[in-house]
């Protein structure tokens, strides 16, 4: 079944740790996007990418980086994880970066202790 | 500052009809979207508007107004999957889209 996939689905680790969180696409879409969604607050931005080869900085990208080294894959680092990272990740992907028409994948539970 | 408004919880009964509204106030317009949530899981969309008026697909309609900033959501026939979380979500200037917290939507038999 075409979509997204992320990876891990759940996960815990210790402040301090470095983790990436694994997002791939068969849909080849264009755009493609890292958001976290914590309990009463929307979904925010943390990065994005509107090509293979280009990221850009969404509205919380502090302590995350991104790269895009192709059309399919884009994955999130937490280069070194603190507790108030820790909340539900969803990366997706839209076929251009000018639709609001995004498709998700089923989100990585990171929980930092 | 961007903003979007959204009631945080409704209750409606099966068989019903509930309308969820939205009210928008963001850096340029390029478009309101619903998706619906389902607890644990990823949102998924719903409905698209760009001009003023209704939107109908099936049970699910959605309209717009531009000039008033607001959107609503509505579900007629309400049936117990329907419970989830809908998101209104507008598309701003710089082809962002910027989230409401979503309306935690409750059905009853």
């Known amino acids: 079944i075409a979509g997204i996939t992320q990876a891990p689905t759940s996960q815990i680790l210790a402040a301090g740790r470095r983790m990436t969180l694994r997002c791939t696409q068969d849909m080849r879409h264009n755009a493609m996007y890292w958001y976290r969604q914590d309990l009463g607050l929307g979904l925010r931005l943390i990065h994005y990418?509107?090509?293979?080869?280009?990221?850009g900085k969404g509205e919380v990208p502090d302590g995350y980086s991104v790269s895009r080294a192709n059309t399919d894959d884009f994955p999130l680092t937490l280069a070194s994880a603190v507790p108030s990272q820790t909340s539900v990740y969803f990366c997706?992907?839209?076929?251009?970066?000018?639709?609001?028409?995004?498709?998700f994948g089923e989100g990585s539970r990171l929980t930092v202790l | 500052g961007q903003n979007i408004d959204q009631p945080t919880e409704m209750t409606a009964t099966e068989g019903a009809i509930v309308q969820i509204n939205c009210t928008y106030q963001?850096?340029?317009?390029?478009?309101l979207f619903w998706y619906q949530q389902h607890a644990g899981e990823a949102p998924t969309f719903l409905s698209y508007n760009v001009l003023d008026g209704l939107e109908e697909k099936g049970r699910f309609s959605s309209f717009l107004s531009r000039s008033k900033g607001y959107s609503y959501l509505l579900l007629k026939e309400l049936q117990m999957k329907d419970s989830a979380s809908y998101l209104c979500a507008v598309l701003d200037s710089n082809y962002q889209l910027i989230w409401g917290a979503g309306t935690k939507l409750i059905i009853k038999p």
């Open positions: 963001t850096s340029g317009f390029n478009g």
């Open positions: 990418s509107n090509t293979a080869g280009t990221t």
């Open positions: 997706a992907s839209s076929e251009d970066p000018s639709t609001g028409e995004l498709f």
